[in-house]
């Protein structure tokens, strides 16, 4: 079976300073890994997908994802923090035994950015 | 602009009564889903449906109903029988099996339902 676990519930960085959001999985196939992000009471946006192309995915915002098989990771970085970058973020395990597009989602990483 | 329209945006609700959120897309997807938010859970899906006049449910469909009677349209009715209603919905929709689904899913701005 699919999952996915986002090691933090909340970080806090400074403006400025890199950012690393962590997300393990586990899949019995291929996967499809996506991170999303949520403003408060917003829905969600897509930042970045890996779908067996390059194992480094940029996304957009200057956030970039690194797939790592032999760890089974798909952490999330950038390399200085903006107060805009506050939110909740999702990594995400794409599922294709459902039959139809069924996403796992992770429990969410809330980012605090402080001045 | 395309996207994914979901009214109303806040909706207070009494024991009893049930409730349709509404959700619409002008993407052209054919696929579209209910999620459920709920703090610190993620989202869990409640319903989908892959092609008009058809819907399946998800991981948490007791307590809700769906309709999809026009590929723009996919409203969702939370019922009386549903024990904990108060959430953040959240409707998203994407390409479907025959339009070169590539996984994304679009996301509406959310409806968040208090029962008082």
């Known amino acids: 079976a699919q999952s996915v676990t986002q090691l933090d519930s909340h970080v806090s960085v400074s403006e400025g300073t890199p950012v690393l959001l962590r997300c393990n999985y586990s899949?019995?196939?291929?996967?499809?890994l996506f991170w999303y992000v949520q403003h408060p009471n917003k829905g969600l946006q897509l930042l970045l997908k890996y779908t067996s192309a390059a194992t480094l995915v940029k996304g957009i915002n200057g956030f970039e994802a690194e797939f790592k098989k032999s760890e089974t990771s798909f952490h999330l970085t950038k390399p200085s923090a903006h107060m805009s970058d506050a939110a909740e973020y999702f990594c995400?395990?794409?599922?294709?035994?459902?039959?139809?597009?069924?996403?796992?989602f992770g429990a969410g990483t809330r980012l605090a950015v402080h001045p | 602009d395309g996207g994914i329209t979901q009214s109303p945006k806040y909706l207070f609700r009494k024991e009893g009564q049930n409730v349709t959120l509404s959700c619409e897309q002008n993407l052209n997807h054919d696929a579209m889903y209910w999620y459920r938010q709920d703090p610190g859970q993620g989202l869990r899906l409640i319903y989908y449906s892959q092609i008009v006049n058809d819907f399946q449910k998800g991981d948490i469909a007791e307590g809700y109903s769906v309709s999809r009677e026009k590929k723009e349209s996919f409203p969702l009715t939370v019922t009386s029988a549903q024990k904990n209603p108060t959430a953040f919905y959240l409707c998203?929709?994407?390409?479907?099996?025959?339009?070169?689904?590539?996984?994304?899913?679009?996301f509406g701005e959310g409806s968040r339902l208090t029962v008082l």
């Open positions: 899949s019995s196939y291929s996967p499809s």
């Open positions: 995400v395990v794409s599922d294709p035994s459902g039959g139809y597009n069924k996403l796992i």
């Open positions: 998203a929709s994407s390409r479907g099996p025959g339009q070169g689904r590539t996984g994304e899913l679009f």
